[in-house]
């Protein structure tokens, strides 16, 4: 099994245009593509104000968003929501401190995990300095921004512990960070594979047919992308939990006979040893599954009237 890499060279292989600007690719929803690096940032726009999903990977690409927002519409920007703790996502939080800033309450904790010290070390940041989010959501936040309601949601740790979802749910919108790609995913220290795919299950189930998934490092996509990566990642899930089960190895488990790996040897690797870790740890609570409720439509739902 393979997955192929996303076809589309804009998204993903290029710079930001100079100006960076946003493109339509929904009635009021614009994203601007992220190159190698960066992460794509989307822009919700309502009849009072408007909203950003993720700030850019510095404090100069979040001032340049600001003013690429600022050309896009004469809506106010009044609300900017990080989708989760990596540099490319939130390093650009200081060009927003004057707003309404929204991320997990896990944020600060994510902020500190080992890819952003290194990136911070290697860029003289001092993660002192970085401003954090004004609100920490734990579990749902909605921001009316005139005829334009947008929900905020998080489902519980997967690509890292403080992931949030954006939906807009009359424009069938959902904004997911990291939690997809067309490439391999993602794993460090902060992930869950049991709970990125519980929480890709729980999305899954709200998509429908026209729903627009905006993923971090991709272009728009649709609903049969995430299933494609929900099974690559249910692919390690369930075969390091078969492989643990019969005492296998954590280090025997990608060589043993039979298993097929959706993905490269080194990600593969990182999530075996990711769910070894929590099949060993004590069962708690599940967090992901269920804990949203009928609170969050989502993005395959039409939106109910006041
Ligand atoms: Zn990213
Ligand atoms: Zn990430």
């Known amino acids: ?3 192929a890499r996303n076809p589309d060279a804009h998204w993903r292989g290029t710079l930001y245009p100079e100006p960076m600007d946003f493109t339509a690719v929904r009635p009021n929803v614009y994203c601007a593509p992220g190159d190698p690096t960066t992460a794509t940032i989307s ?28 050309r896009a519409t004469d809506r106010p920007l009044s609300t900017v929501v990080v989708t989760h703790g990596h540099w490319d996502h939130s390093f650009g939080l200081g060009a927003y401190d004057d707003l309404d800033t929204v991320g997990h309450q896990n944020l600060s904790e994510d902020m500190t995990c080992a890819e952003n010290r290194a990136y911070a070390d290697t860029h003289g940041i001092d993660l002192a300095d970085m401003p ?26 997967a690509h890292t512990r403080s992931d949030l979802i954006v939906a807009v749910p009359d424009r069938r919108v959902l904004i997911v960070g990291d939690l997809v790609d067309t490439d391999a995913p993602q794993f460090d220290e902060t992930s869950s594979l049991k709970g990125w795919v519980l929480t890709l299950d729980s999305l899954y189930a709200m998509l429908r047919e026209d729903t627009l998934i905006i993923a971090g490092h991709t272009g728009p996509i649709g609903p ?21 089960r019969r005492d296998v190895p954590v280090d025997q488990v990608y060589d ?13 690797e990182q999530g075996i040893v990711i769910a070894y870790r929590e099949l060993a740890a004590k069962p708690t609570p599940d967090q992901s599954a269920g804990r949203i409720g009928p609170q969050f439509t989502g993005a395959g739902l039409p939106i109910q009237a006041a």
């Open 1 to 3: 099994m393979s997955v």
């Open 43 to 70: 822009l919700i726009v309502g009849q009072e104000g408007c909203l950003i999903v993720d700030t850019g990977g510095s404090l100069a690409q979040g001032q340049a968003i600001r003013e690429a927002v600022a």
């Open 132 to 157: 954090l989010p004004h609100q920490g959501l734990d579990l749902i936040g909605v921001r009316d921004l005139g005829a334009t309601t947008v929900e905020i949601a998080s489902f519980g740790p």
């Open 224 to 244: 049969g992308t995430v299933a494609h990566f929900r099974t690559g990642l249910a692919a390690i899930w369930d075969q390091a939990e078969w492989a643990y």
């Open 256 to 268: 043993y006979d039979e298993l097929q790996w959706p993905w490269d040897r080194g990600t593969v």
